[in-house]
């Protein structure tokens, strides 16, 4: 559905994007991490045709993106910050949507009003920052687009507004193959949602796998050692944490393959811990001086 091949961009001699490549299936939800200044924005700009790359291509069922209204006009773009036109209420911005994209649907619309039960005539800039994010959600979800871009998506929303946004979402993809590319810092609800995760560090794709693979494929295991006893060879440790005879390990591989071979140490104590998508992504950004440093105050 989505594939950015080789993508580079360069503002002012700096590489903001550097031989970047991924791909998005039809009808997955795909996280796009990566910690500040990573690129993150960059790549949203070239997925929605506002920025053309330098090298490389953007494409959307083999179709190149920028300048081509045909492929636009099946994307819907719901950035952090909310557009909408000074004195407008939520019903002109609908008018303005509908002219604008051929998919707008306003049948979708009113059934959506039950889900979001906001003032329609009230000029969105008197909305707070959520009220103005539940609205760019009502009408980016009339536009039934094939593809949905978001941009910390839930930021400023309660937590049953969010549930209610995350359900419409899924309903969507699940029934329409609607196509979702989630750009986010909160690790811990895309987790919950995300079926594939791109790791984005200095405009270079890290990795990019199924959230099973990488929670399969890194383990935190808890251990005591016996006096005199040290951790055998071949363990790839990420992280290593604890005092006396009781460690903390981040490791690479199964968690199968990692407890077979500290089995051989006879520890006292081993007990496997189910990793989060945030302790992937501190873990695998570690070896790019991102981890968590341990700081003597």
């Known amino acids: 559905m989505i594939e950015v091949k080789n993508v580079v961009k360069i503002f002012d001699g700096f590489r903001a994007l550097d031989g970047l490549s991924f791909h998005v299936p039809q009808g997955a939800i795909y996280g796009l991490v990566g910690p500040n200044g990573?690129?993150?924005?960059?790549?949203?700009?070239h997925l929605t045709g506002i920025y053309r790359q330098d090298e490389g291509q953007v494409l959307v069922d083999g179709a190149p993106v920028y300048e081509n209204?045909?492929?636009?006009?099946?994307?819907?773009?719901?950035?952090?910050?909310?557009?909408?036109f000074p004195q407008a209420g939520i019903r002109d911005m609908m008018r303005f949507y509908?002219?604008?994209?051929?998919?707008?649907?306003?049948?979708?619309?009113?059934?959506?009003?039950e889900a979001f039960a906001l003032d329609e005539k009230i000029p969105m800039r008197r909305l707070s920052k959520g009220m103005q994010k539940q609205a760019g959600f009502w009408?980016?979800?009339?536009?039934?687009?094939?593809?949905?871009?978001?941009?910390?998506p839930v930021d400023g929303l309660d937590p049953v507004m969010?549930?209610?946004?995350?359900?419409?979402?899924?309903?969507?993809?699940?029934?329409?193959?609607?196509?979702?590319?989630v750009s986010s810092h909160n690790l811990r609800e895309l987790e919950d949602v995300c079926a594939h995760?791109?790791?984005?560090?200095?405009?270079?794709?890290?990795?990019?796998r199924s959230l099973?693979?990488?929670?399969?494929?890194?383990?935190?295991?808890?251990?005591?050692?016996?006096?005199?006893?040290?951790?055998?060879?071949?363990l790839e440790i990420l992280h290593q944490s604890g005092q006396g005879r009781l460690k903390?390990?981040?490791?690479?591989?199964?968690?199968?393959?990692?407890t077979n071979k500290l089995a051989t140490a006879e520890p006292l104590f081993m007990d496997v811990v189910p990793l989060s998508l945030e302790e992937i992504f501190i873990y695998e950004l570690g070896g790019e001086h991102y981890a968590v440093k341990d700081i003597v105050l």
């Open 38 to 45: 990573a690129g993150k924005s960059t790549v949203i700009r």
């Open 69 to 84: 209204p045909a492929v636009k006009g099946r994307i819907a773009y719901i950035p952090d910050e909310i557009f909408f």
């Open 98 to 113: 509908k002219g604008v994209c051929p998919r707008f649907s306003t049948e979708r619309f009113e059934k959506l009003r």
């Open 212 to 234: 099973s693979d990488l929670q399969d494929n890194m383990v935190k295991v808890q251990l005591a050692l016996p006096d005199g006893k040290v951790l055998p060879d071949g």
């Open 197 to 208: 995760v791109g790791i984005l560090s200095n405009g270079k794709l890290l990795l990019e």
């Open 139 to 152: 009408l980016a979800m009339s536009m039934c687009p094939d593809i949905l871009i978001l941009d910390e």
């Open 248 to 258: 903390t390990l981040i490791l690479r591989g199964t968690a199968e393959e990692n």
């Open 162 to 181: 969010r549930r209610q946004v995350w359900s419409i979402i899924l309903q969507d993809t699940a029934e329409q193959g609607t196509t979702v590319l």
